[in-house]
């Protein structure tokens, strides 16, 4: 019974020392992930690099709309490409010396450009040393299309009018002739 109760023990203290080596190398393993998680970050911070290499980036035309906030720049500037992280860019945003400095406008920007690069051509401080792009122009003709569009309404109703006017201008007329 004895020999149960070592052999028992043994084993159960063999197992507790698996587990408890086995939550220590976990504990290792998380603690490395988020130590490169946290140098990465740092380093982009600092490194300012665009998101694609130059020469292989896509321009975007950006429009930064009247009193935009930080995060929602940030957020539109990701979904469109120009940016690989958002949370990135807030920081870098912060730290530079344009931060919530945005003039509204529409803007030629590169996925290859830094965070500092883009802050200074929508704080209008330097001009994109991009073009905004041709799909870019098709928009001005899309909004003038509309516009005709609105005003054919107006220009049917004196159409349909004149017709009316003229026919109670002769009605006019002929009383004349008659009166």
């Given at each position: 019974m004895r020999k149960m109760?070592?052999?028992?023990?043994?084993?159960?203290?063999?197992?507790?020392?698996?587990?408890?080596?086995?939550v220590i190398a976990l504990a290792i393993l998380f603690m490395a992930?988020?130590?490169?998680?946290?140098?990465?970050?740092?380093?982009?911070?600092f490194s300012q690099q665009g998101k694609d290499a130059r020469g292989t980036g896509k321009v975007v035309a950006f429009t930064v709309e009247e009193g935009i906030k930080a995060p929602k720049l940030a957020e539109q500037l990701e979904e469109q490409g120009i940016i690989e992280s958002a949370r990135l860019f807030l920081i870098q945003e912060r730290v530079s010396d344009y931060a919530g400095m945005y003039v509204a406008g529409t803007y030629a920007l590169s996925s290859e450009m830094t965070t500092e690069e883009i802050m200074r051509v929508i704080s209008a401080k330097e001009a994109?040393?991009?073009?905004?792009?041709?799909?870019?122009?098709?928009?001005?003709?899309?909004?003038?299309?509309?516009?005709?569009?609105?005003?054919?309404?107006?220009?049917?109703q004196p159409a349909e009018e004149q017709p009316v006017e003229e026919e109670s201008a002769e009605e006019t007329e002929g009383e004349g002739e008659e009166g």
């Open positions: 109760r070592t052999t028992i023990g043994i084993v159960i203290d063999t197992l507790g020392s698996i587990i408890i080596y086995a992930g988020q130590a490169k998680h946290y140098y990465d970050v740092g380093y982009g911070v994109s040393p991009y073009e905004l792009p041709a799909e870019a122009a098709p928009e001005a003709p899309a909004a003038e299309e509309a516009a005709p569009a609105e005003q054919a309404p107006a220009e049917e």
